[in-house]
């Protein structure tokens, strides 16, 4: 996962929003240079049903926050409960 550059901080609050755009091909996006990655792999069936809600909508956060930036990992989130997993 390539880094991100964050605006430089200035006195005043900043207020940033990411927006849900639908990824195509989730894997290909996450892992372009294995794409032999499956998605039972990596989330334990190919159905990436949410282990809480039983949703299979997610949303994968920005990599320019925190969680993704540190963790290094591309974090998703269930659309519906908020449940946070990663790929
Ligand atoms: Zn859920």
Redesign the pocket.
Known sequence: MSTVKLPPKGRKPEFFQAELVKVPDIMAHVYPLSPSTTLAERMGSEDAR??????NRWWLLPRAGAAVREGGKAYCE??????TTHL
């Open positions: 949410c282990p809480d809600c039983d949703d269930c659309l519906n409960c908020g449940y």
